[in-house]
């Protein structure tokens, strides 16, 4: 039985799932992968550790309204640096920035986001990359989410 309710994904380990189906493992793989093995092991300390971990990010991620689960999640890769840019179709819209900003903290207290970066890299060049990708998303259709 695999669990598709990353909500309880410590409680589906514990009662024996296969493992996991969950959107939030793109962001967070790892970090399930570890809760799997510490829950098959029967390190509940472990566990717990890592499912305080995940705590954050699940709140963010399935908070109201639900049907922007995946935009967030694509917005928290942005912000980790896997994908150049949270491209959302419409009628979905982009994250607000009170959002990005609420994933971005979630992102630092799960421990995958440093609290502070010693080079935030060339903002000119960060804002060109961003200008291109807009042109290129709007070639496709597609609406941009401008990386901070």
Do not use: W
């Amino acid at each position: 039985m695999l669990s598709a309710f990353t909500m309880s994904l410590m409680a589906s380990f514990l009662l024996g799932a296969d493992g996991a189906i969950s959107g939030m493992g793109s962001v967070t793989a790892d970090l399930q992968a570890e809760l799997f093995e510490a829950c098959g092991k029967g390190d509940l300390d472990g566990a717990r550790r890592i499912n305080d971990r995940l705590a954050p990010l699940v709140s963010v991620f399935y908070a109201p309204p639900f049907v922007d689960m995946h935009n967030r999640m694509k917005e928290a890769l942005v912000l980790l640096g896997r994908i150049p840019a949270a491209y959302v179709r419409p009628p979905l819209t982009p994250v607000s920035g009170a959002e990005r900003a609420a994933i971005r903290r979630a992102l630092t207290a799960a421990g995958l986001r440093k609290r502070e970066r010693a080079n935030h890299g060339s903002r000119n060049q960060g804002q060109e990359r961003d200008r291109l990708r807009r042109q290129q998303g709007a070639r496709q259709g597609l609406r941009h989410v401008a990386r901070p």
